[in-house]
């Protein structure tokens, strides 16, 4: 059963005050918050079974390997992956595509092509440019409607057997667009192609079922999935990380060391060199037990109730325009009110105790294409409420009043 003020007692943060009034937490697309089943996880890490990983014999590190493995084989679980040493742990997204963005550089000459989608964060953009700088290899570019869908027939027309990967998100960070990207990857696969997913919106909501996607690398980061900071995951197809060359140098990701020759570790442990965030990736495991004792489905179907509920609230404020409405999306609302700097109603708002973020999001070429500076985005998360909703609503038409 969905008991929402059951949900919200395990978020000690949900009871403090900003600015004297409660927090309203509608930055959940930036960063989660942390429910107690985690942040005791990490207090029991460091109060019981510090100690490094894959080395010692002793007690204590044959303890903290074994929670850190458990920890990967609740992730392969998450993913539906076949193989848990296809789970590479990363300090994130944005360090999952630079892994994969790298290691793709040994199989590209000049001329061949690379496609991203216009809707991406920047951390799944300037990763591919450094790479076509260093390769000579050219990126094109999926576009979108105004409605913030992509436009699939572009697509297929600069599909061709020069393709080499495609990379798009999941879920926009920036409109919530849920991107088809079933469709997105077979068309990539029948001219040859690789596909990278970026998951970063998605795993917050739903379970990405990789062997059925037969995607070829998918990365996230537990922080947007109620887990902490500094640490992700890059899924990748067992015959590509074969291929790949190793991203970083160092211990742990060496079979044999010698001045004249160094063989590799194998998977996954060649692309994980030195200490890793070893909490982390125990608190990892942790935040999607905590999901998974939610459901996945009772989590997303009260995320997009409050979606509507938010929507159609806010829809009714004068001169309030929403970017992304398209059918498919997640709980990320990006508005503007016209004559009024996003920045300006951020800040307001803030001082009533809503949290929202203002600005690009990260996603620049979205700003472009609409042709504006910025947006106010709320992002909701399972343990938000509709009375939590209608204090923005209220914030953002007393910022309305005061600023138009
Ligand atoms: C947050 C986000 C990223 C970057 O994630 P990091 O945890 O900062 O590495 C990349 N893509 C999308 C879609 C995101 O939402």
Redo the contacts with the bound molecule.
Sequence with gaps: MFDINKIREDFPILKRKVNGYPLVYFDN??TSQTPKQVIDCIVDYYSNYNANIHRGVHSLSQEATDKYEQARNKIRGHFNAARSYEIIFT?????G?NLVANGFGSFLKEGDELIVSAM??H??IVPWQMLCERTGAILKVIPMDENGELIMSSYKELLNENTKLVFC?H???ALGTVNPIEEIIQLAHNVGAAVLI?G??ACPHLKPDVQKLDVDFYVA?A??MCGP?GV?VLYGKEEWLNKLPPYQGGGEMIAEVTFEKTTYADLPHKFEAGTPNICGGIAFGAAIDYLNSIGMEEIMAWEHELLEYATKALEEIEGLRIYGTSKHKTSVISFNIEGVHPYDIGTIVDKLGVAVRTGHH?AQPIMDYFKIPGTVRASFAFYNTKEEIDVLVAAVKKAHLMLA
């Design positions: 697309a930036a300090s994130g997204t944005t360090h595509i991406e964060h951390s799944n998100n879920i926009s960070n970026d970063a919106q980061s922080h947007k900071t992700g990260c």
